[in-house]
């Protein structure tokens, strides 16, 4: 069974980074496109980032654009996220998801359990 | 404000049929496969299925969906008091590039 397991999250200051990680198990991980989704205390689904299986492409929300990097190491299947300068409206919980496929994007299929970010001073 | 549209709240007893609206436009669910979540107080999101037809093993029968145009919806029948949860709908948005989800329906089970 997939398993898709998150890590990195903490309380961090305002203008402060983080990276949070995803390590993926019982999948061939470079065939399948990777995605970052967060939620917000309270508040519904926002998608941030996503990945080709390859690496070779990459897709940002506008409102990280810029801030937030995504990034994967398929040869440890594991997925990133380099967030940078964080503000107080990135507190939220980040899920890892894997896509259906490697470079097109039909369905968020197996998500991890989320991990914990709180931008506070 | 979310790009995909649903319900705030739906209800239903036991037993009953309920069906949530998801609503977008040609760029999202127009062109590209509708996928719904639920999400059980205080867990991750888990995907029910899609309109291409991708459903994992597990996910009951009594999900089922629909999709036409630049909507789609989702129906629960045989509602189970376990069916209370928020249900997202999500599409890929060719004109964005990038995932855009409803705002989530609260389904509660009276």
């Known amino acids: 069974e997939v398993q898709l397991l998150e890590s990195g999250g903490g309380l961090i200051q305002p203008g402060g980074s983080l990276r949070l990680s995803c390590a993926a198990s019982d999948l061939t991980f470079s065939n399948f496109a990777m995605s970052w989704v967060r939620q917000a205390p309270g508040k519904g689904l926002e998608w941030v980032s996503a990945?080709?299986?390859?690496?070779?492409?990459?897709y940002y929300a506008d409102p990280v654009k810029g801030r937030f990097t995504i990034s994967r190491d398929n040869s440890k299947n594991t997925l990133y996220l380099q967030m940078d300068s964080l503000r107080a409206e990135d507190t939220a919980v980040y899920y890892c998801?894997?896509?259906?496929?490697?470079?097109?994007?039909?369905?968020?299929?197996?998500w991890g359990q989320g991990t914990t970010v709180t931008v506070s001073s | 404000q979310s790009i995909l549209t649903q319900p705030p709240s739906a209800s239903g007893t036991p037993g009953q049929r309920v069906t949530i609206s998801c609503s977008g436009s040609?760029?999202?669910?127009?062109?590209?496969?509708v996928s719904w979540y639920q999400q059980l107080p205080g867990r991750a999101p888990k995907f029910l299925f899609s309109?291409?037809?991708q459903r994992p093993s597990g996910v009951s029968d009594r999900f089922s969906g629909s999709k036409s145009g630049t909507s789609a919806s989702l129906a629960i029948s045989g509602l189970q008091s376990e069916d209370e949860a928020d249900y997202y709908c999500a599409a890929w948005d060719d004109k964005l590039i990038g995932w855009v989800f409803g705002g989530g329906t609260k389904l509660t089970v009276l």
């Open positions: 040609y760029s999202n669910i127009g062109v590209n496969a």
């Open positions: 309109s291409h037809n």
């Open positions: 998801a894997k896509e259906l496929y490697s470079s097109t994007f039909y369905t968020m299929d197996v």
């Open positions: 990945i080709s299986g390859s690496a070779g492409s990459t």
